[in-house]
């Protein structure tokens, strides 16, 4: 059974950094892609950065040049480094797993805030 446990967030002043772990477990991770989400509330859920199996990035435009998506499959593992955390950057975030039959899975999701 696939499970998604996020690890990470926290509290950091702003400029600071935050590295964010997804670990999962039940799949051979190298078949899926990969992504991190953010959230706040009464806002839609917004696409940061993805993954995918050739390990191709996309970032959203303001998080460009500060955050980094990465993947281990083999500790199958996935990560968000971010950098130069900004207050606008405060949020819940989650790691999405997507199944090559485009199926949809999410973790807990793990707080980030910033100060600023």
């Known amino acids: 059974q696939l499970r998604i446990v996020e690890s990470g967030g926290g509290l950091v002043q702003s400029g600071g950094s935050l590295r964010l772990s997804c670990a999962v477990s039940?799949?051979?991770?190298?078949?899926?892609?990969l992504a991190w989400y953010r959230e706040v509330p009464e806002k839609e859920r917004e696409l940061v950065a993805s993954?995918?199996?050739?390990?191709?990035?996309t970032y959203v435009g303001s998080v460009e040049g500060r955050f980094f998506i990465s993947r281990d499959n083999d500790r199958k593992m996935a990560y968000l480094q971010m950098s130069n955390l900004k207050p606008e950057d405060t949020a819940v975030y989650f790691c999405?797993?997507?199944?090559?039959?485009?199926?949809?899975?999410w973790g807990q999701g793990t707080q980030v805030t910033v100060s600023g």
């Open positions: 993954i995918n199996t050739r390990s191709n990035t």
């Open positions: 999405n797993v997507v199944s090559p039959a485009k199926t949809s899975y």
């Open positions: 039940g799949i051979l991770l190298r078949f899926y892609d």
